[in-house]
Each structure stands twice: as structure tokens, then as C-alpha cells.
């Protein structure tokens, strides 16, 4: 919980910073009603979610004098619901061995860094972990799924800089199954600047390491960058169409104050979301809750 609110300080600090000002000694009228909409659409809530908050919280209240932290009750209110229908724990099926988690996503959204996070995790409850370095653009990223490698004790595949991604997908998933692992993290690249290749190079991971095991990959994981703001929107439509989402995780919390976007997808998209990242250490990722989140970002 102290991770969770610190990771969220600037969000909370912001939008509650606002609602506290604009709500003490002040009457509920229209004004004030317009500036917490405001507040919401900066949090990056989204407009419909932004209005139907707004209609909440005058609900009953008109003309009155109001607490803010009354507003902010009703507001974490309001977004638990919006959120309690994402919020889904990752399942590892164990039967399957391994278990095939895609991570995609674009480029510096946190990809690498999460698979390195989730793998200690998955090593913490005694799971085996193999890592593919999918994202054999970047040979800084290869690097650094072998640093992660090394700090989870995990098995990592890869190869040099330019290889073929997929190839390296149908090893790392031959090698996995041969030896019996619990589950293999399979890094890609997310170059968004060639939209056609992104998506061509994702099917054809998918399409390779079905040819190993049918049922692969068992879960798509989107990494968006909180960061971004609405941009995360499209991102999600596009790796959608390209990989077939199974569930979100959502990084870099901790460096916005833009937390709502959250929202704003729920809404959108209805995807389960995992985890949500709220720092660069190993410990800074968090399975999503609902009431947690909404309370911490309500402030
Ligand atoms: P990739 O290109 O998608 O693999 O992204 P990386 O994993 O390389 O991450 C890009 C940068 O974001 C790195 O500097 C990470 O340390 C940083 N990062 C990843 N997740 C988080 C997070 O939850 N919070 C913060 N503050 N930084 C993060």
C-alpha cells in the first residue's frame, strides 16, 4: 500500500491538490462543477467518465457547501467501479510447461523491464523462467534481459543484433518445452515507426510458436506507458489488431499525473489489467486493485 500511494503521489497529489482547493468554502454550483471535470479530463479520466463523475458527486449536493473529501470519496467510489471490472490477476496455467507469455508493446513503454519484474515474481513462488530476447533491434535490449537473466535466475535465449525474431521465438519455445520450463517471456521489439512491420513481425511470432505448441502463446500482455496519456488508446487498438491482447500492464505510474488513463481505458476497451508498474526497481510492480488504485489516486 505505501509502494502504491508513493508510486501514485503524483497523481493523487494533483487531482486531490485540486479538488482541495477548488471545494473548500466554496458552494457546489455550476463553476465549481465545470472545474472538477477539469480536473478529471487533466487526470486523463476521459470525458465520459470525467461527466458521469461530476454528475455524481452534484448528485444530491446542489448549492450546498461541500467537504472536499467528501468529493474525493465519491470520486475513489466512482472509479473502483469503473475499474473492479479489469482488475484481474495474472493465472499461470501450470499444466502448461511452459506457460508462453508474449509481452508487446512500443518501444520504451517498459516491455524488458517488466518481463524482468514478472520473472521474479514467477521465481519467488519456485516457477522455472525462460527469457527470449525477441527484440533483437536493439542489442541494448538483449543486454538487458541477459542483466535480469542473471538477477532472477533465469534461463535467457538470444541471439545477435538483427536476428529473426521469430526464429528465435520457435527456439526459445523448443528449448523451453524440452527442458520442461514453467514459463517463457518472450521480449519483442515495438517499433512503431514501421507500423506494417510491427505487425507483421508480431503475427509471425505467434504464427511460429503455434507451429511448436498450438495453444502458445497463452497470454498477450500490452505494456503501455502511463505516460503517454491518451496516446495509450491507440496503442491499444493497434496491438489489438496485430497480436490479439489478452491484458494489460501499465508502467511508469509513478512519473505522471496522469493516473486516470487507466480509466479511460477500462471504459474503452474492457481488457483486464495485471499489474501496474510504479518504479524501475524489481519490487515496483504491483497485481492491479481496484479500490487500492482508486483510493490512492483520489488522494
Ligand atoms: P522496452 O523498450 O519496452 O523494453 O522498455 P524498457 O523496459 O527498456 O524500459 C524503458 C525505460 O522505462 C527504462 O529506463 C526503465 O527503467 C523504465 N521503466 C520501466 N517501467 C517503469 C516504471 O514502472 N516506472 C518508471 N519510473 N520507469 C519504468
Request: aromatic share 2%.
Given at each position: 500500500w505505501k509502494r502504491l500511494t508513493q508510486g501514485?503521489?503524483?497523481?493523487?497529489?494533483?487531482?486531490?491538490?485540486?479538488?482541495?482547493?477548488?471545494?473548500?468554502?466554496?458552494?457546489?454550483d455550476a463553476t465549481t462543477l465545470?472545474?472538477?471535470?477539469?480536473?478529471?479530463?487533466?487526470?486523463?479520466?476521459?470525458v465520459p467518465a470525467a461527466t458521469r463523475i461530476t454528475e455524481a458527486v452534484a448528485k444530491g449536493r446542489y448549492d450546498k457547501e461541500i467537504p472536499p473529501d467528501d468529493v474525493k470519496r465519491v470520486l475513489a467510489a466512482e472509479v473502483e467501479?469503473?475499474?473492479?471490472?479489469?482488475?484481474?490477476?495474472?493465472?499461470?496455467?501450470?499444466?502448461?510447461k511452459p506457460f508462453v507469455l508474449l509481452m508487446v508493446g512500443v518501444n520504451g513503454a517498459g516491455k524488458t523491464t517488466t518481463i524482468g519484474k514478472l520473472a521474479a515474481k514467477f521465481r519467488a513462488q519456485k516457477l522455472s523462467v525462460t527469457m527470449a530476447a525477441g527484440d533483437t533491434f536493439r542489442a541494448a535490449a538483449i543486454e538487458q534481459l541477459k542483466v535480469w537473466g542473471?538477477?532472477?535466475?533465469?534461463?535467457?535465449?538470444?541471439?545477435?543484433?538483427?536476428?529473426?525474431?521469430?526464429?528465435?521465438?520457435?527456439?526459445?519455445?523448443?528449448?523451453?518445452?524440452?527442458?520442461?520450463?514453467?514459463?517463457l517471456l518472450v521480449d519483442t521489439a515495438g517499433r512503431?515507426?514501421?507500423?506494417?512491420?510491427?505487425?507483421?513481425?508480431?503475427?509471425?511470432?505467434?504464427?511460429?510458436?503455434?507451429?511448436?505448441?498450438?495453444t502458445a502463446p497463452h497470454a498477450v500482455l500490452l505494456v503501455l506507458d502511463a505516460t503517454v496519456g491518451q496516446n495509450a488508446l491507440s496503442q491499444v487498438e493497434l496491438f489489438q489488431k496485430a497480436a490479439g491482447v489478452t491484458g494489460i500492464v501499465m508502467t511508469k505510474?509513478?512519473?505522471?499525473?496522469?493516473?486516470?488513463i487507466l480509466v479511460a481505458l477500462a471504459e474503452r476497451f474492457g481488457l483486464p489489467v495485471h499489474f501496474i508498474g510504479v518504479g524501475e526497481g524489481v519490487d515496483d510492480l504491483e497485481p492491479f486493485a481496484a479500490r487500492d488504485f482508486a483510493r490512492a489516486i483520489a488522494g
Open positions: 501514485l503521489a503524483r497523481t493523487s497529489s494533483s487531482m486531490g491538490g485540486a479538488i482541495t482547493s477548488l471545494f473548500t468554502k466554496r458552494k457546489l465545470e472545474d472538477l471535470e477539469d480536473i478529471l479530463i487533466q487526470a486523463d479520466l476521459g467501479r469503473s475499474l473492479a471490472p479489469v482488475a484481474h490477476p495474472l493465472s499461470i496455467d501450470r499444466g502448461r542473471e538477477r532472477t535466475g533465469s534461463t535467457v535465449i538470444s541471439r545477435e543484433q538483427g536476428a529473426d525474431a521469430a526464429g528465435l521465438a520457435f527456439d526459445a519455445l523448443t528449448q523451453a518445452r524440452r527442458d520442461g520450463t514453467d514459463v512503431l515507426q514501421n507500423k506494417a512491420g510491427l505487425m507483421s513481425e508480431l503475427e509471425k511470432i505467434v504464427r511460429v510458436m503455434k507451429k511448436v505448441d498450438d505510474l509513478d512519473g505522471t499525473a496522469r493516473g486516470g
